[in-house]
């Protein structure tokens, strides 16, 4: 059983900065790709970036150039800078893992519970 712990959502004006966290806790053999997902009212969930166990990482076009994604594997544990925030990135942001248990183990994906991102002014 995995366990996905994020923070860092709230309020915040346009043109300002959020970090999020969401560290990873349980029985995990390793962590694949970790990632970022969110979820405005009315719309489907959309990937917003995600990033390999090596480090490669893989932006939404409407957030290449403003968010920074990044891990760190001692902590289970994966960020997501969001900076020069606008409305439009309003939304509920998951953060979502593969990993396996044990090294036998098929690999799995987990999800978080989600943070409020509100951008506004």
């Known amino acids: 059983q995995v366990q996905l712990v994020e923070s860092g959502g709230g309020l915040v004006q346009p043109g300002g900065s959020l970090r999020l966290s969401c560290a990873a806790s349980?029985?995990?053999?390793?962590?694949?790709?970790m990632g970022w997902y969110r979820q405005a009212p009315g719309k489907q969930r959309e990937l917003v970036a995600v990033i390999g166990i090596s480090g490669t990482t893989t932006y939404a076009p409407s957030v290449k150039d403003r968010f920074t994604i990044s891990r760190d594997n001692a902590k289970n544990t994966v960020y997501l800078q969001m900076d020069s925030l606008k409305s439009e990135d309003t939304a509920v942001y998951y953060c979502?893992?593969?990993?396996?248990?044990?090294?036998?183990?098929?690999?799995?994906?987990?999800w978080g519970q989600g943070t409020q991102v509100t951008v506004s002014s």
């Open positions: 349980g029985t995990i053999f390793r962590i694949g790709t």
């Open positions: 979502n893992i593969q990993q396996r248990a044990y090294a036998a183990s098929p690999s799995s994906t987990t």
